[in-house]
């Protein structure tokens, strides 16, 4: 296992994760409760733990169709959770595995993750 790629892809989770929560303050009328952000933001984290564990792949397409299928994976975890009521933030999910897979992808081949 590569460690630096799991820890980039855990921060990138939990970056991403506080961008989720803020989308989610923004996009909501009403007080959202701490557990259902905590919530939010954990699943932003899962995706990336997730993502980080999974090899390094030489192909780009190959590394974002995994991306969006295991963020499409984890974030219905979520979506699931909540009686299917968040279409936006299961979506921003997906997006979000494909984004950490491409940054990883980009950090491998630029040599500064081997």
Known sequence: MDKKR???GLVLGALLGVVCIIGAQLRTSGQLSTTYLFSFWFN??????VIGIALQTKQMSIA?????ILGLVVSFGF????????ITGFFAGVV??????F???KYANSGDIK
Request: no cysteine.
């Open 6 to 8: 799991l820890v980039i």
């Open 44 to 49: 932003r984290v899962l995706i990336g733990l």
């Open 64 to 68: 974002l169709i995994r991306g969006l």
């Open 79 to 86: 979506y699931s959770a909540t009686g299917f009521a968040d």
């Open 96 to 101: 979000y595995g494909v984004i950490i897979e």
């Open 103 to 105: 940054v990883l992808f």
